[in-house]
């Protein structure tokens, strides 16, 4: 979506810290650190969870919700072109679906806790994982 | 595929089915579905009452024959090049030989690792060495590489589905207008068209689906880390290492500083051979210390369900699953985690899998190498105790 409006955009953004008139200061989370970043506005930015937490909705609240009149827009209201939508607008399809492959040997293991934690000990011993 | 149903036109009729010379269309919830067996010939399309089959055969044409060869996009941070990149190179060498075409790197930022990218796999290798990118800035990193798609006209590109991968590539698909599948688990060469099959879970793992992008080139993929394995290594291989000019940066996104040293950052959990995973079972945020306890115990770390992150009881970096990180460690405990399929994608493909759980019927044990129906603070505990003491050597 940023490209197709030329604005930046960064992902996992992780805080907010600040916002002026002409830029923001944020967090973006990577895999290994996370980068303090200065992004020029307009900008698109996706979040994770550590962002925010949603404050409970209030009374007040709800009660305009339940006569807030929320406008359905559909393709043409926004005049996009049936060529560039839905399945004609994708260059990706679905060619195939089917069952994931099951997973091999399982076995429960049963008896008293000590018996069950020694067989287990035992089991992963046996197949190199301690 | 080149002929497609509109789902939304479609009333499920059967008529379409009952046109088909090759017994290729089948009704799934009274919908008309096109499976494998469809031979593109056609007869359907004018069948069909609600004008709802699409033909695209004619897009044939616009698929330019002159794009070759496969590339994988290498992240690097710090200079070090990411394990994902050679597990790309790994997957991406068997589909190079199967297209009987050349395998390349694109490497974007100063590295003294250029030379693995060949010695694992690849032919050529395009770098860009400016400092300017060193870090991840999402504008001049697909700016970049679509002006080197543009002129070398690869027909593939896999990139991984890292914070990097995620967030530059869709720009890239975008500018581009080709097709992008995220997170496969599969990628193939269809025999007969040649195409790319992306395979991936979908519906959170229920299904598996194979996408194609029949129409568009270069076909883009991407592929979470520890899902492909990596390719041969000869530290003899040869190969070219093509520098390309840099271009420049907007600066309307600057990396100021980059933090490595805050808690959450010292867990990768896509590098740990054990993981110990705490689920909602857990029942409260102390559970997690005796996880810590057995994981420090067998040299690995601690993961969690998204449940368990979602009440506060330990930092998302900690998320396995769906919406967190994929694993494939040696060993996986999962311990009061009842085994929702957006986790299970997460983790199911780890080596040995043990759960404990206290209710018999949770989805978990259908994954699980060995079973335990019992307490977490009884078993857990238990296990500690014995660990320490060396019980049946």
């Given at each position: 979506m940023a490209e197709f409006l030329d604005i930046p955009h960064v992902s996992y953004v992780r805080k907010i810290e600040s916002v002026s008139q002409s830029e923001m200061i944020i967090e973006r989370l990577m895999d290994d650190?996370?980068?303090?970043?200065?992004?020029?506005?307009?900008?698109?930015?996706?979040?994770?969870?550590?962002?925010?937490?949603?404050?409970?909705?209030?009374?007040?609240?709800?009660?305009?919700?339940?006569?807030?009149?929320?406008?359905?827009?559909?393709?043409?209201?926004?005049?996009?072109?049936?060529?560039?939508?839905?399945?004609?607008?994708?260059?990706?399809?679905?060619?195939?679906?089917?069952?994931?492959?099951?997973?091999?040997?399982?076995?429960?293991?049963?008896?008293?806790?000590?018996?069950?934690?020694?067989?287990?000990?035992?089991?992963?011993?046996?197949?190199?994982?301690? | 595929m080149l002929i497609k149903i509109d789902i939304e036109k479609c009333t499920g009729c059967g008529t379409c089915v009952n046109v088909c010379p090759f017994a290729a269309i089948i009704l799934k919830d009274d919908k008309a579905f096109i499976t494998e067996a469809c031979t593109l010939c056609g007869a359907c399309v004018d069948s069909c009452p609600e004008s709802a089959i699409i033909d695209e055969r004619g897009k044939e044409a616009i698929r330019e024959e002159?794009?070759?060869?496969?590339?994988?996009?290498?992240?690097?941070?710090?200079?070090?090049?990411?394990?994902?990149?050679?597990?790309?190179?790994?997957?991406?060498?068997?589909?190079?030989?199967?297209?009987?075409?050349?395998?390349?790197?694109?490497?974007?930022?100063?590295?003294?690792?250029?030379?693995?990218?060949?010695?694992?796999?690849?032919?050529?290798?395009?770098?860009?060495?400016?400092?300017?990118?060193?870090?991840?800035?999402?504008?001049?990193?697909?700016?970049?590489?679509?002006?080197?798609?543009?002129?070398?006209?690869?027909?593939?590109?896999?990139?991984?589905?890292?914070?990097?991968?995620?967030?530059?590539?869709?720009?890239?698909?975008?500018?581009?207008?080709?097709?992008?599948?995220?997170?496969?688990?599969?990628?193939?060469?269809?025999?007969?068209?040649?195409?790319?099959?992306?395979?991936?879970?979908?519906f959170g793992g229920n299904i598996m689906a194979t996408i194609v992008s029949p129409t568009s080139r270069p076909q883009i993929a991407t592929v979470r880390p520890r899902v492909m394995k990596r390719g041969e290594y000869n530290a003899q291989r040869t190969g070219n290492i093509i520098k390309i000019e840099p271009l420049n940066p907007s600066g309307r996104v600057k990396v100021l500083e980059r933090v490595q040293d805050t808690s959450f950052c010292k867990v990768n959990i896509q590098d740990a051979k054990v993981i110990v995973s705490g689920g909602r079972g857990l029942g409260t945020e102390k559970g997690f210390q005796i996880l810590w306890e057995l994981a420090n115990l067998l040299g690995g770390t601690v993961g969690a369900s998204r449940a368990a992150v979602d009440e506060g009881w330990i930092p998302y970096a900690h998320q396995v699953g769906q919406t967190g990180k994929t694993v494939c460690p040696k060993l996986y405990i999962a311990c009061g985690i009842s085994g929702a399929v957006q986790h299970l994608v997460g983790m199911q493909s780890s080596d040995i899998i043990v759960a404990i759980n206290k209710d018999p019927n949770a989805p978990?044990?259908?994954?699980?190498?060995?079973?335990?129906?019992?307490?977490?603070?009884?078993?857990?505990?238990?296990?500690?105790?014995?660990?320490?003491?060396?019980?049946?050597?």
């Open positions: 650190c996370y980068e303090k970043i200065a992004l020029s506005i307009p900008a698109l930015i996706t979040v994770v969870k550590e962002l925010n937490v949603p404050r409970p909705p209030s009374i007040r609240g709800k009660m305009a919700a339940k006569k807030a009149v929320i406008p359905k827009w559909n393709a043409d209201d926004i005049e996009a072109e049936e060529e560039n939508i839905g399945l004609k607008g994708s260059p990706t399809m679905v060619k195939n679906i089917f069952a994931p492959p099951p997973r091999g040997e399982r076995t429960m293991l049963e008896g008293t806790p000590d018996e069950i934690v020694e067989k287990l000990i035992r089991e992963l011993r046996r197949l190199g994982c301690l | 002159e794009f070759k060869g496969v590339w994988i996009f290498a992240e690097q941070s710090n200079g070090k090049i990411a394990s994902v990149a050679y597990e790309l190179l790994g997957i991406g060498r068997k589909l190079a030989d199967e297209l009987n075409t050349e395998l390349s790197a694109v490497l974007f930022g100063p590295s003294q690792e250029v030379e693995e990218l060949i010695k694992w796999g690849a032919d050529k290798v395009y770098y860009v060495d400016s400092p300017d990118y060193a870090f991840l800035d999402d504008e001049l990193y697909s700016k970049t590489l679509v002006k080197l798609i543009q002129e070398q006209k690869p027909e593939i590109l896999l990139a991984g589905a890292t914070a990097i991968g995620r967030s530059f590539i869709p720009r890239v698909a975008a500018r581009l207008k080709v097709g992008l599948t995220a997170d496969c688990t599969g990628l193939e060469i269809d025999k007969e068209t040649g195409n790319l099959l992306q395979i991936r879970p979908a978990i044990f259908n994954v699980a190498t060995y079973g335990i129906v019992g307490d977490v603070y009884e078993i857990v505990p238990l296990m500690i105790k014995k660990l320490q003491e060396g019980v049946s050597e």
